[in-house]
């Protein structure tokens, strides 16, 4: 999907979400919530495969980009989805900050608070 960068976890999705929550917080960012989908849609009377998204942020990194673009709030807190395909793992994905900066019309010098999903994911995926 366009704006998207998405890669595998050789966990499930509750570890993924664990050590990305765990991951965000070690670098200073809050946990503002865990979206779990599948459970909304279980309590629905529905079923879908685990999809959870973990929303997080630093209101220092973000409030510089809503005054230099206020429409880019509708994107933060920003957000890392973690969802089961059915294969081993789970997959991880996050909006691409290149996208966002170009969404917004924003310049590469401002760009490094989107750069923090994919740095907590990858941190995360990477083992380190």
């Known amino acids: ?3 998207l960068v ?8 509750a570890e993924t979400i664990s050590a990305i929550h765990a991951e965000a917080e070690r670098r200073g960012a809050t ?8 459970a909304s849609a279980r309590k629905a009377g529905l079923t879908m495969p685990e ?9 220092r990194a973000g409030t510089a980009l809503m005054q230099a ?8 807190p920003l957000r890392v989805m973690v969802r089961d395909d059915g294969h081993p793992g789970s997959l991880v994905s996050w909006q691409d ?3 966002v900066l170009q969404r917004y019309g924003l310049g590469e010098d401002q760009g490094t608070p989107l750069n923090v999903p994919a740095a907590v994911a990858t941190a995360v995926l990477d083992g380190r």
């Open 6 to 13: 998405t890669r595998r976890s050789a966990h499930d999705v």
């Open 51 to 59: 999809t959870q998204v973990i929303i997080f942020g630093n209101p």
């Open 97 to 99: 900050p290149a996208y």
């Open 69 to 76: 673009s206020p429409d880019i709030a509708i994107d933060l």
């Open 31 to 38: 946990v503002v919530a865990v979206v779990d989908h599948a």
């Open 1 to 3: 999907m366009t704006g």
